[in-house]
């Protein structure tokens, strides 16, 4: 195999020209970029070569987009930081957009990105994101800001906001849904249908939280008997403030290859010292909504600390090994669990 670096700008300039002419190899040259190239690369030039071609291409690389994407996705803090300000500022409107309908985004809250979407908007020299083109702009972007997993101190520092009190109509029924939405228990927030747009899916959140966000491939849940297990680390509700231990553990429900077997989910408290009464929801989602959601509750003591969560409609393990499955976002399985405190 040729070294990636070696390789890199031939690559490159294949698909630029390829692509324009229409080459069937163009599509090839592609492939090879994002399997052998893109992970060699930097985040400087992922993010300043590919990503900007990818996006700018009138022919729009969409393959090459996704897989750029989810490279920067994973150094996403390094993004907006003051060192890549330069570059974090230059971004067209359709380049954040991309960024923003990432779900896979490790970032430390959302409230961190909402600032950083903030000072974009505010960049000095893109006087054109403010005054009378501010409204469509927002209106674009909007839709992909998860309010919902905002703190109620965060959301009130967004109403407060310059931009939401010059644009009411544009921020009020999101952050009015985003109150909602924390307002309710889980088990209410499952029957609840506005609750299930992008605006609903977790990204790959560092602080410690009430709610996480797991991805699982088809070839684990091949693995028959194989439990896949997921650290999970919640906030608690003591003084002083703690953090709780759990793992959810996936997987099928038997050693055999029975058409009948089911996934289940078991949520063990690690660190358990005084008994627990916890409310869940767990759900099954895509890249764009939440497709399937349940909720209930469960006690944990020293001697009950493990429990399995109830999934009322089944999901049969060989629905989730087609690979055109309803169920799967290319190959993976993508959860979220969100745990609260019953008092």
Known sequence: MIPCKTCEKPVFNHILYGARGRSQSASVCIDFAISEILPNLTLKDVFSIWFSYATKAYHQVLLLIRACIQAIARDFELLITEEWEKSWLALDRDQMIEILKCNQLVVANEYRLWEAVVRWLQAPNHPERRGTTASPLLSSLLPYIRFP???A????????????????????????????????????RVNCKEFSTT?????????TRWDKRISISNEQLYQRGVDHSFQIRTRSCTFPLQT??????????????????VLKAYLISEDIDQPRSIEYMLSIVDEKRVLRSWSSKKNFTKTRYSSELDIDRKVEINDLLTEDSPLLVNGELHLQITLRPID
Not at 171 to 182: E, G, R
Not at 199 to 207: A, E, V
């Open 149 to 151: 997993f905002m703190t």
């Open 244 to 261: 709780w231990q759990w793992t959810l553990k996936l997987g099928g429900s038997s050693y055999s290859n029975a058409v009948d077997d």
């Open 153 to 188: 101190d965060e959301l009130t520092h967004v109403e407060r906001s310059q931009f939401a009190e010059s644009y009411p109509k544009l921020f009020h029924p999101q952050i009015l849904l985003a109150y909602k939405f924390q307002a309710l228990p889980l088990c209410s």
């Open 199 to 207: 605006q609903f899916l977790l990204r790959n959140y560092t602080d």
